[in-house]
């Protein structure tokens, strides 16, 4: 993954995102640090042994810090941050896109509070898996 050093810009972000979990690591880590047994809960059709690969990969293209906090938890960089937020837009634009397609109305996604306990978040990917 990223290794095509001609790729323009675009085509970059693209193959970093089009791996179908790391648009969602991604947004759990900007949305606030979590454990790797927080993960793992947030995202249990992905392995252990994938997760930690996919949690090295990111942390190779400078998306999550690569020391965790105090609390063991992973967390992303500043470049990581910003990234999530482009992947948040795309996915709510490329959602209303396809609803209008569809001739639906767009149902509004309202993030969780930060403070929300993992039961919670776990009932909230029902919802973003519509647009991630």
Known sequence: MTEKKDLCGVGYTLD???DKWQ??????????PFSIDELQQLLPDLTAVALND????LQNLRIV????NNEGKYSL????????????????WGR????????????????????ASMAELIKYNEKLGKYL
């Open 16 to 18: 970093v995102l089009e």
């Open 54 to 57: 996919e949690l090295a990969s």
């Open 77 to 92: 960089t500043e470049d990581g941050n910003d990234l999530r937020n482009m992947v948040v837009t795309m996915g709510v």
């Open 65 to 68: 810090n690569p020391v965790k």
């Open 96 to 115: 209303q896109q396809m609803d209008d397609s569809a001739d639906k109305a767009s149902a509004q996604i309202v993030e969780p509070e930060a403070n």
């Open 23 to 32: 648009p969602r690591i991604i947004y759990w880590l900007g949305f606030r």
